[in-house]
């Protein structure tokens, strides 16, 4: 079983920053990629950023050159620094990823989310 867990959420004023983490954990055998997605009230979830295991990036037009997705394989571990955030980034952030488990192969995994809070 895989378990993703975020953190770092929280209430920052705008252009302020944060670094979200998420950690994944359980019967990994290989990570292929992480990313962050996120969902404001009423609206459908969107993808942020991703990342692979090799470094290979992708960013949604509305955050590059603000946010930067990072990833330690050491550690399972996704990153997701967020600066010079605006209103408009206030949402949940949700992690995901692809992961081959040594049980069920390769399969999806999603976290339950951190809040994001952007406000003066």
């Known amino acids: 079983q895989v378990q993703l867990v975020e953190s770092g959420g929280g209430l920052v004023q705008p252009g302020g920053s944060l670094r979200l983490s998420c950690a994944a954990s359980?019967?990994?055998?290989?990570?292929?990629?992480m990313g962050w997605y996120r969902q404001a009230p009423g609206k459908e979830r969107e993808l942020v950023a991703t990342i692979t295991s090799g470094g290979s990036t992708n960013y949604a037009d509305s955050v590059k050159d603000r946010f930067t997705i990072s990833i330690d394989n050491a550690k399972n571990t996704v990153y997701l620094q967020m600066n010079s955030l605006k209103p408009e980034d206030a949402a949940v952030y949700y992690c995901?990823?692809?992961?081959?488990?040594?049980?069920?192969?390769?399969?999806?995994?999603w976290g339950k989310g951190t809040l994001v809070t952007v406000s003066s």
């Open positions: 359980g019967s990994i055998f290989s990570i292929e990629n």
């Open positions: 995901n990823a692809a992961i081959y488990s040594s049980d069920v192969g390769l399969r999806g995994y």
